[in-house]
């Protein structure tokens, strides 16, 4: 079905189509390079980095869209994959931030992200160090001249899950798996519980938290759990953690092709980690737009319209949150319902909690 889009999006500033600086002289470029700048110019002389959290580049979900986002960039502007155009480390764990981040400073890219809130600290003291490069920070602030802090509102995509998982359970039992309990987490789950009961008040949640986000034995011994005690959706916002809870209803699906066991994925569309033969258990995906922030963000540095300082935060209104495509797994009124309730968020109609009810 057809998304319908709410609110006016942030503009995407398109790469190339205005040169920037070029009357500087070869004198003034050595400059700029030995400054940890590039020379303002083309494309070709802007480069970009990410450092990732411990959930890794190929977690299908956090991490992942980030680096699609820089990957599409770096299509978009001719770039190539190394010194100079556009790259990534990987961080194993938290001890690996600070010395990514000025691995990446000391190979000249001029715009290095951060990506996810356990890297806050890191990036706010080598930006602190490094005036001279741009950084962004993802899900996180970071309070310096030349850092821009993205933010989301997690709660709004973790509503639009908790309206789907309300109308589809025929259990009227439903699961949420989260990573480490902190904010951004337990934003996405006081969004989907506030969402499921704002259209299915019957509904139990059982509410766990596995506590890391790169142990997908974790997610799906959780999963199991919760499978066996009769739930039959689950929304993960677990990073790489989550992926065992999709291994679990695939096992489950693929024991007995009638079984009733979903899961919503998060951040990107997890639609390919749900297929079992021909059947699929992913019922849709909480989106947030991370690949299409870090684009955007990496096109205003290039054309010298960082907003170095400034915390910007996107939601639904933004068109920065959404619900990927089911195919066909949700049917098309209860489709028609979810979005007459984005609607009512993005026209602040509805206001969702960002913090969870304590019991």
């Known amino acids: ?23 500087g002289t070869a004198k003034d470029k050595d400059k700029d390079k030995d400054e940890g700048k590039a020379p303002a110019g083309d494309a070709s002389e802007f480069s970009v980095a990410m450092v990732t959290d411990f959930g890794g580049i190929d977690d299908k979900s956090f991490n992942q869209s980030a680096w699609k ?33 000025n691995k990446l400073v000391q190979r000249n890219f001029d715009l290095i992200f951060g990506v996810g809130y356990i890297i806050e600290g890191a990036l706010d003291e080598i930006a602190g160090q490094r005036p001279d490069t741009n950084f962004a920070i993802i899900d996180g602030v970071v309070d310096q001249p030349n850092a821009v802090s993205l933010l989301f509102k ?23 798996v989260g990573g480490m309990d902190i904010p951004v987490i337990e934003r996405f789950q006081a969004g989907f519980e506030a969402g499921v009961a704002a259209v299915n008040p019957d509904v139990k949640v059982d509410v766990q938290y596995t506590g890391v986000f790169d142990k ?40 007995d092709p009638d079984a009733n066991v979903w899961v919503i994925g998060v951040d990107s569309d997890q639609y390919e980690e749900g297929k079992v033969g ?65 609607k009512k968020v993005a026209d602040g109609e509805i206001v969702v909690p960002e913090a969870p009810t304590k019991k």
């Open 69 to 101: 986002g820089i990957q599409d960039f770096g299509a978009a502007n001719n770039l190539e994959k190394g010194d100079g155009g556009f790259d990534y480390l990987q961080s194993n764990d938290d001890t690996d931030y600070t010395p990514n981040l």
């Open 278 to 342: 021909d059947d699929n258990i992913t019922l849709t995906s909480a989106l947030k737009r991370v690949d299409k922030t870090v684009e955007e963000i990496s096109n205003l540095a290039m054309e010298g319209k960082f907003p170095g300082g400034e915390t910007i935060l996107y939601g639904i209104a933004e068109d920065r949150v959404e619900l990927a495509d089911s195919r066909g797994a949700i049917p098309e009124d209860i489709m028609v319902t979810i979005e007459e309730y984005m």
């Open 1 to 23: 079905m057809k998304k319908r889009k709410f609110g006016l999006a942030l503009s995407i500033m398109l790469a190339g189509s205005v040169l920037l600086g070029a009357c």
């Open 216 to 255: 997908a034995e974790l997610g799906k011994a959780t999963a199991n759990l919760m499978y066996s005690s009769g739930v039959d959706i689950i929304f993960h916002a677990a990073g790489a953690t989550g992926n065992g809870v999709f291994a679990e209803a695939k096992e489950l699906k693929s024991a």
């Open 154 to 176: 997690d709660q709004e995509a973790g509503y639009l899950a908790g309206i789907a998982a309300g109308l589809m359970t025929e259990s009227n039992k439903i699961g949420f």
